[in-house]
């Protein structure tokens, strides 16, 4: 079992930044791919970034790139969403999740935190 616990999430105006963390217990947290999703109201949940094992290879969603910064350390077993520039749409509940198979598809994710909200406001 793995638990993940976010926090970081809270209103800012857009063009502001927030800092995301999602701190795991339980297995051996470098053992997994970690990702970052999210979900607006009335959509769908859907893929934000996502970081390999060793933080070597890392993957956007298009419409976050050159915005966010996905990081972890396996140390402190965390990992990390900065998001600069932040805008309206990317009003949502994050979520952190856990899982062995290298892919932005979220049903392939094992664990997964409660979620923590960031509203952007215009």
């Known amino acids: 079992q793995v638990q993940l616990i976010e926090s970081g999430g809270g209103l800012v105006q857009a063009g502001g930044s927030l800092r995301l963390s999602c701190a795991a217990s339980?297995?051996?947290?470098?053992?997994?791919?970690m990702g970052w999703f999210r979900q607006a109201p009335g959509k769908e949940r859907e893929f934000v970034a996502r970081?390999?094992?060793?933080?070597?290879?890392?993957y956007y969603a298009d419409s976050v790139k050159g915005r966010f910064t996905i990081s972890r350390d396996n140390a402190k077993n965390t990992v990390a969403l900065q998001m600069n520039s932040l805008k309206p749409e990317d009003t949502a509940v994050y979520y952190c999740?856990?899982?062995?198979?290298?892919?932005?598809?979220?049903?392939?994710?094992?664990?997964w935190g409660q979620g923590t909200q960031v509203n952007v406001s215009s």
């Open positions: 999740a856990a899982g062995l198979v290298p892919t932005n598809e979220a049903r392939r994710y094992t664990y």
């Open positions: 339980g297995r051996i947290f470098s053992s997994y791919i």
């Open positions: 970081i390999s094992r060793s933080g070597g290879t890392i």
